[in-house]
């Protein structure tokens, strides 16, 4: 191994030169940082002085490098120079621009920025240059579950692209809901009337692609392994069983409608009531003549009935909106017109929603003689040789009924997730699905799922992407959805898997830090075998061996950290981040006298959303107390109860988490690491009570990305009552 050389360069630009004594810190870091190497310069950013670093790096052998200029989030492209370990000390945001201006100010302010040289230089120490993943895995085949739209234009997409394609489809023939559909929802211009599906056309090319292997009338029995080397055994209906090596995963499983059976009051099991998906098979049969109904009775009247068991409130049918509902009502209205203009149709809604080009498609509508009815139906009966509808018209404030010769119920799309959708036994009307992906994992067989079985992912930050790592979702599994928007659903998972099994064969993390060479390294011999790592991390990224060790599955693993804050006895690290490297910026502060009346307050800010709302705060001038000090975190997850009792110990007067929003609309962009932090971090008070402190020493905020003005708001809160707590009584016992 190479000797370390380290190395300083401090930047006098965006101001820092006028509003720092550059000379002090210069000295700072030769004596008390020990830097081997220190530079400034008045721009470093500037292509001379990037060019001093690389310089430096390859002439003098300089290894690990401090940057102390602008917040690590600014600048990356200028200051990228991978053959080093790097730290960065945020002079700009972190310091001149956050702290008040005039001369009162400027001791604590100079104060604040040795104080974060000094970090740098601590973090430095304990950083190695992460080498890379030795276990890489490089099998680039993606598989794909699912033939309807979303799934085949995932294969088609990813093949089109140059990678080998599997797709698994259980029925026997490719095309899904669009196979069953008589027209589909206009997608292009004109946006007036129904259009052809595609779907033939689409498996066609599917099926005669050289680079898309197809297996109908399949299921997987079994997935196992991670990103670049996963293990699937394709069952197939005749009871063969062939398995497939894949190194991504794109679950595009498609929908099934909500039972009209469940919705008695509108109708459901009455003979003439029949969902959207039953009209389909209706108009495939008329192939554009006058439909009839089952009864072989041609219809004259008809009712579309809105938002049928959705948009509930109460918690007996879904929660949600199922986006494509209404364009697929006036969609099939039209076809009774487009074959028998006489025919009545009536829309029954409570709000329409045809967003995009829907407005043309609605007054096309409303020009062929489609009647939109603003009401709410309370009961559907049987009535002579027909059907009575008994609603509310909203519009006139009165109860109304009337007769039609069919209703067609809009039910919602329910996900087809597998095993873990929440539906009782009992639950008459719907049965309880079997698995789709039979994932060999300790956490469960198929994807982690929201209340109503969507896949549970990051779906502002990350779409896509699922709690399993190189799983992808698309289509009305990850959200309801229609069928534009599943291709172009499909497209997106498509480059995600791209993205996962090149990172995999690089031996590079996937999102949210994709590209991070680290990955966790375990100190065996000092395991307890207690278990928390494996129980505690998100993403099923650690197995045990036959002795209970943790065995790291480095491919799923996300770099979050969690299992470094889960271990008790510390023996979990990554080669550039770790209790250590953390734990001497901690140590580094210089930590005033009790009688001095500035406090110290500390700062483990998630690196995701609360650091950059610090930043942000520093870019838009917001004031806050020079006296604390802020580390970044990959996630509040990561924090390791020993950070906390080092700082108190060391006599800081406070310390302050600020992580993501956790709970069941969780904003954690490691799901569960925000709410691991707080559960442990409940547990603190017992400590501070044995060292005589007060609780409120230690608090917890959930911060958003944009709470820039919120984030200056809550530290000098704090920072206030602090002050009015006093001084920590630890101060010269560190």
């Known amino acids: 191994m190479a000797e370390m050389k380290t190395a300083a360069y401090i930047c006098a630009g965006c101001g820092l030169g006028d509003k720092l004594d550059i000379a002090q810190m210069e000295k700072i870091a030769q004596k008390e940082g020990k830097m081997q190497l220190v530079r400034r310069h008045d721009f470093l950013c500037s292509t001379e002085g990037v060019e001093l670093i690389r310089k430096?790096?390859?002439?003098?052998?300089?290894?690990?490098?401090?940057?102390?200029?602008?917040?690590?989030?600014?600048?990356?492209?200028?200051?990228?120079?991978?053959?080093?370990?790097?730290?960065?000390?945020?002079?700009?945001?972190?310091?001149?621009?956050?702290?008040?201006?005039?001369?009162?100010h400027d001791e604590v302010r100079q104060e604040m920025a040795n104080d974060y040289l000094r970090m740098g230089c601590a973090e430095l120490k304990k950083m190695k240059l992460p080498e890379g993943n030795p276990n890489k895995a490089g099998n680039k085949r993606i598989l794909?579950?699912?033939?309807?739209?979303?799934?085949?234009?995932?294969?088609?997409?990813?093949?089109?692209?140059g990678y080998e394609v599997v797709l698994v489809e259980k029925a026997g023939q490719l095309g899904g809901w669009a196979a069953r559909l008589w027209r589909r929802v206009p997608f292009k211009q004109p946006y007036d009337k129904p259009q052809e599906t595609g779907a033939a056309q689409l498996a066609a090319k599917v099926s005669g692609h050289p680079k898309i292997r197809v297996h109908l009338n399949s299921t997987l029995a079994e997935t196992s392994g991670a990103p670049g080397r996963f293990k699937v055994q394709i069952a197939q209906e005749s009871g063969a069983v062939s398995e497939e090596e894949v190194g991504a995963i794109i679950q595009a499983s498609g929908f099934s409608s909500y039972d009209p059976a469940r919705l008695p009051e509108l109708g459901g099991g009455l003979a003439n009531v029949i969902d959207q998906a039953g009209l389909e098979d209706l108009a495939s049969s008329a192939n554009g003549a006058p439909i009839k109904r089952s009864d072989g009775r041609e219809v004259k009247s008809v009712v579309f009935v809105q938002c049928a068991g959705q948009r509930d409130d109460t918690g007996t049918h879904l929660s949600y909106c199922s986006g494509h509902c209404c364009a697929t009502s006036i969609k099939q209205a039209m076809y009774f017109k487009?074959?028998?203009p006489d025919v009545d149709t009536v829309i029954m809604y409570t709000d329409l929603r045809v967003p995009g080009m829907g407005e043309d498609f609605y007054r096309s509508a409303q020009e062929k003689g489609v009647i939109f009815t603003k009401?709410?139906?309370?009961?559907?009966?049987?009535?002579?040789?027909?059907?009575?509808?008994?609603?509310?018209?909203?519009?006139?404030?009165?109860?109304?009924?009337?007769?039609?010769?069919?209703?067609?119920?809009?039910?919602?799309?329910?996900?087809?997730?597998?095993?873990?959708?929440?539906?009782?036994?009992?639950?008459?009307?719907?049965?309880?699905?079997?698995?789709?992906?039979?994932?060999?994992?300790?956490?469960?067989?198929?994807?982690p799922q929201l209340v109503h079985g969507l896949a549970d992912s990051h779906f502002i930050c990350f779409p896509y992407e699922t709690r399993r790592t190189g799983i992808y979702a698309a289509g009305p599994v990850r959200r309801p959805m229609d069928m534009l928007q599943a291709t172009e659903d499909a497209a997106g998972a498509a480059l995600k898997a791209i993205q996962a099994v090149e990172n995999a064969d690089a031996g590079r993390a996937a999102h949210p830090r994709v590209g991070d060479l680290s990955y966790p390294i375990v100190r065996l011999e000092g395991c307890t075998q207690c278990k928390r790592c494996t129980v505690e991390c998100p993403f099923g990224a650690i197995d045990e061996d036959e002795r209970r060790f943790?065995?790291?599955?480095?491919?799923?693993?996300?770099?979050?950290?969690?299992?470094?804050?889960?271990?008790?006895?510390?023996?979990?690290?990554?080669?550039?981040?770790?209790?250590?490297?953390?734990?001497n910026q901690i140590k580094a502060v210089d930590i005033p006298d009790e009688f001095s009346e500035?406090?110290?307050?500390?700062?483990?800010?998630?690196?995701?959303?609360?650091?950059?709302?610090?930043?942000?705060?520093?870019?838009?001038?917001?004031?806050?107390?020079?006296?604390?000090?802020?580390?970044?975190?990959?996630?509040?997850?990561?924090?390791?109860?020993?950070?906390?009792?080092d700082a108190l110990n060391s006599?800081?007067?406070?310390?302050?988490?600020?992580?993501?929003?956790?709970?069941?609309?969780?904003?954690?962009?490691?799901?569960?690491?925000?709410?691991?932090?707080?559960?442990?971090?409940?547990?603190?008070?017992?400590?501070?009570?044995?060292?005589?402190?007060?609780?409120?020493?230690?608090?917890?905020?959930?911060?958003?990305?944009t709470d820039n003005a919120r984030v200056a708001a809550l530290i000098n809160d704090y920072v206030a009552k602090i002050v009015e707590i006093g001084m920590s009584p630890m101060k010269g016992f560190g």
């Not at 809009?410 to 309880?432: H, M, R």
């Not at 804050?565 to 770790?578: D, Q």
Request: charged letters at 25%; glycine letters at 8%.
């Open 144 to 161: 794909v579950v699912g033939g309807g739209m979303a799934g085949m234009t995932a294969a088609l997409e990813s093949a089109e692209t």
């Open 598 to 645: 500035r406090p110290r307050i500390l700062i483990l800010a998630c690196e995701n959303d609360a650091y950059p709302a610090l930043d942000m705060a520093g870019l838009a001038h917001h004031v806050y107390s020079a006296f604390v000090r802020a580390i970044p975190v990959r996630c509040l997850g990561s924090v390791n109860a020993i950070w906390i009792t």
């Open 550 to 583: 943790p065995v790291f599955n480095e491919s799923r693993c996300r770099r979050c950290g969690t299992c470094m804050g889960a271990c008790p006895v510390r023996v979990i690290s990554f080669e550039n981040y770790s209790v250590d490297t953390v734990g």
């Open 375 to 447: 009401g709410k139906v309370a009961k559907v009966e049987s009535a002579t040789d027909g059907l009575k509808v008994n609603f509310r018209d909203l519009i006139l404030d009165e109860d109304v009924a009337i007769e039609t010769d069919l209703v067609v119920l809009a039910t919602g799309q329910v996900p087809n997730s597998g095993v873990n959708i929440d539906l009782p036994d009992e639950d008459e009307g719907k049965a309880k699905q079997v698995s789709i992906l039979n994932l060999n994992y300790r956490q469960g067989k198929d994807l």
């Open 56 to 104: 430096d790096i390859a002439t003098e052998g300089v290894s690990h490098v401090v940057i102390a200029a602008c917040s690590r989030r600014a600048k990356t492209e200028a200051f990228d120079f991978p053959t080093v370990a790097m730290s960065r000390a945020n002079l700009r945001e972190g310091v001149i621009w956050v702290v008040a201006e005039g001369e009162a």
């Open 651 to 705: 006599g800081y007067d406070g310390v302050m988490m600020m992580g993501c929003k956790h709970g069941d609309n969780y904003q954690c962009h490691f799901v569960k690491g925000s709410e691991l932090a707080n559960y442990r971090m409940s547990k603190i008070d017992d400590t501070l009570k044995q060292l005589g402190l007060e609780v409120e020493r230690v608090a917890s905020y959930e911060v958003a990305i």
């Open 338 to 340: 487009d074959a028998n």
